[in-house]
């Protein structure tokens, strides 16, 4: 038993740091922390239709923890020139901690005068839905959902900026490169560690 114990013990010295980054994570208490936050595409080298550039904002934004219902409004998109302006309505996964309970359960003023008017409740620490969560590592390189292109190069780089951080996502490795004047080499190379439901977010 103990020679067993020894050569288990050795194995596990010389397993890289990043197989052992990808073992299953444990998983953790979360809830949904909606909010808006507003989103400015403008393209360089690359231009979408309106249609299509909200199709792959939603779907990256699921793929890295938001809820389904993401909501996008267009305030601008103009395909000609390559800018467009959205607010997007989401609800995205936070740890339960005490803070972000606390966070999420306190109101102003005009929190309470919108919810009178409209005849609703504002939500109090119980009223949160708590769920199980897993800090899951996702390479907008290769991940198959997302399915994107050299190309896309720049909307990633401008959803890192503005979008990310509001979010539970941590960038792990940012090796975006992207260049109007020489073209776009493969995928955008960009590894970050987002927190999602237990479960697939683009099956839920």
């Keep these: 038993m103990k020679r067993w114990s020894y050569t288990l013990a050795a194995l596990l010295a010389i397993v890289p740091a990043s197989v052992m980054a990808d073992s299953p994570q444990e998983e953790v208490t979360a809830v949904w922390k ?24 939603e779907i990256i934004l699921r793929t890295v923890g938001a809820r389904e219902n993401v909501s996008l409004q267009s305030y601008i998109c103009d395909e000609q020139l390559g800018i467009a302006r959205f607010q997007i309505s989401m609800q995205s996964p936070v740890i339960a901690s005490e803070e972000n309970i606390r966070e999420l359960t306190t109101h102003d003023s ?71 004047a020489f073209g776009n080499i493969g995928s955008p190379r960009l590894i970050v560690s987002a927190l999602v439901p237990a479960k697939d977010p683009l099956k839920r």
């Design 34 to 57: 909606a909010q808006q936050v507003n989103f400015e595409y403008r393209g360089y080298s690359t231009m979408y239709s309106c249609r299509s550039l909200e199709d792959k904002l």
């Design 110 to 180: 005009k929190d309470e005068l919108v919810a009178r008017v409209n005849g609703a409740q504002l939500p109090g620490a119980a009223d949160l839905e708590r769920f199980p969560a897993v800090w899951k590592k996702v390479s907008f390189a290769r991940d198959r959902d997302m399915r994107l292109e050299r190309g896309d190069c720049e909307l990633v780089e401008q959803l890192r900026r503005q979008i990310l951080p509001r979010m539970s996502v941590q960038v792990v490795k940012d090796n975006i490169r992207c260049s109007s």
